[in-house]
């Protein structure tokens, strides 16, 4: 058998890295990819900090102050029974946050696990394992996310699992799809062929290889766990009153939208910037990723 040039293995693995190098200067070059990095950098320091210059509790009634609007003392009104809105919307923040970071978490570890052992061991454990994501992939996200709070029970912790579980299907194929072209790449077949162990072949080519992508897929999912999370506290299978949730902040004021506007639309116009914002990062990410561009 003739020898491998050792070159051949070195060379594709720095691709990555010179990419990696250049990434957050590409972003910030990029206007549209800046400015929504700027405003989720300044959610994070509100979901972080926010709560501890929150001017009042968050489940406190104000009872004399009943459905009052913004005003110097309520900058954001108070709701149906007293509460400020302004203080709920902070605290909420967190909340809204650390279950969307929780969720694509889940999504993440368990949907790169299933999409790589799939594509890396084949045969009849690729087989079952993508049949079974065939058929949770028939279910909408909201759907199998709806089934599974209703089995576990409506809870902040439940929608968290729920949400993460229910996007673990798409992830776990996008893995799959990415991990098999690598896999049949030459320099993984030159490292196979100089007896370069399967576990260095995964953790040190194919993984580095398929994090651009999986990165641009989380960002993006990133959006819709928040969206998810807020309808499923929407229709009251998320967080559970008291606590100040964006969704379940929505669903109260939904019944007030015509004499207190206020209730629904700041925790609207919260959900819709940081989703908006994350989109855009995906995109730009996406673009900047992407061998083509450069």
Do not use: C
Not at 80 to 108: E, K, P, Q
Not at 194 to 220: D, E, H, K
Not at 235 to 248: F, M, R
């Amino acid at each position: 058998m003739s020898q491998v040039n050792p070159a051949v293995l070195s060379a594709p693995q720095q691709k990555p890295h010179a990419r990696e190098d250049g990434l957050l200067r590409k972003l910030w070059n990029n206007p549209k990819s800046r400015y929504s990095m700027l405003i989720l950098l300044l959610v994070i320091a509100v979901g972080i900090a926010g709560p501890w210059f929150a001017p009042h509790d968050p489940t406190k009634p104000y009872y004399e102050a009943l459905l009052a609007e913004p005003s110097a003392e309520h900058l954001l009104g108070t709701d149906s029974i007293g509460r400020d809105v302004f203080s709920r919307l902070l605290h909420g923040t967190r909340v809204t946050l650390m279950v969307a970071v929780m969720a694509v978490s889940i999504t993440f570890i368990t949907g790169t696990f299933i999409g790589v052992t799939s594509a890396f061991v084949g045969g009849v454990v690729d087989s079952v394992l993508m049949r079974i994501m065939d058929i949770l992939l028939a279910i909408p996200n909201i759907i199998m996310a709806m089934a599974i709070v209703a089995i576990l029970g409506p809870s902040l912790t439940n929608a968290m699992i729920a949400v993460g579980i229910a996007g673990i299907p798409k992830y776990a194929r996008l893995t799959r799809g990415s991990t098999l072209g690598v896999k049949s790449s030459g320099y993984v077949e030159a490292s196979r062929a100089m007896g370069t162990s399967q576990a260095r072949i995964l953790l040190f080519q194919i993984m580095p290889n398929i994090m651009s992508t999986l990165l641009v897929y989380t960002t993006l999912q990133i959006g819709i766990a928040i969206l998810d999370t807020a309808a499923l506290s929407f229709i009251g299978l998320g967080a559970q009153p008291p606590t100040p949730e964006w969704g379940t902040m929505l669903s109260e004021g939904k019944e007030y939208i015509t004499d207190a506007w206020w209730l629904a639309t700041f925790p609207g116009l919260s959900i819709s910037i940081v989703v908006f914002s994350v989109n855009i990062l995906g995109d730009a990410l996406r673009d900047i990723l992407d061998p083509k561009s450069n």
